[in-house]
Each structure stands twice: as C-alpha cells, then as structure tokens.
C-alpha cells in the first residue's frame, strides 16, 4: 500500500496529520506500512497532481477525503470531523480509509 502526505512548504498541520496517520497505521494492524511526506511547491504541480489543499494524504493514489468541485491549488485544508472543523482528518476517519484501502487489496 503506498501513501503519501502532501503539504506545502511549512504547513502547519503536517505533524498532526502524519501523527494522526501512523496511529491510524498502527491501530489497523498495518505497522508495516509506512508513508512519503511530499512537499508540492508550486500552482502548476498541484494543478498536475489535482492536490486540493495541505495537508493532503492519498492512499493508493487516492484521495480518500475528496470533496467534489475543490480546485487544485496551494492552500490549508480544511476537514469535517466529529469534533468540528480541523486542519487533519480525525483518526475515525482515517482508520476507515485505511480499512478500506486494505480491503480492496
């Protein structure tokens, strides 16, 4: 399984989404799996790569948290969670993807 945080330069949720995504790692059973962090730098990458805000984690090559009619762009983004707005997807929410990914091999 690869997976990947995508951040701007300097962004400031980009530990508490990886923290939240080796815990989440870690919790399904999936030690094992490890992840890239990749800094997309400029407005033409992230159209190329259609990277809709910081941090962005895609597994599989997906974005598991995609929101239709978001443009590609280097911005913060911003995730609904249990808990209200936040700049990471909750742990819930990842553990899912994780299964989820998994499960469809």
Do not use: H
């Not at 997976?3 to 399904?28: F, G, H, S, W, Y």
């Not at 407005?43 to 599989?60: N, V």
């Not at 913060?76 to 899912?96: F, I, M, N, S």
Request: with cysteine; hydrophobic share 45%.
């Amino acid at each position: 399984m690869e997976i990947e945080v995508l951040v701007v330069p300097d962004c400031p949720n980009e530990k508490v989404a990886a923290d939240r995504l080796r815990q989440a790692l870690d919790e399904v059973g999936l030690r094992e799996v490890g992840f890239t962090v990749r800094v997309v730098a400029d407005q033409a990458e992230a159209e190329r790569i259609a990277f809709t805000g910081s941090p962005t984690i895609w597994i599989g090559g997906c974005d598991p948290f995609a929101q239709a009619g978001r443009e590609p762009g280097l911005a913060c983004r911003v995730y609904r969670t249990p808990d209200g707005l936040a700049g990471a997807p909750g742990l819930d929410e990842l553990r899912q993807a994780l299964r989820a990914a998994a499960a469809s091999g």
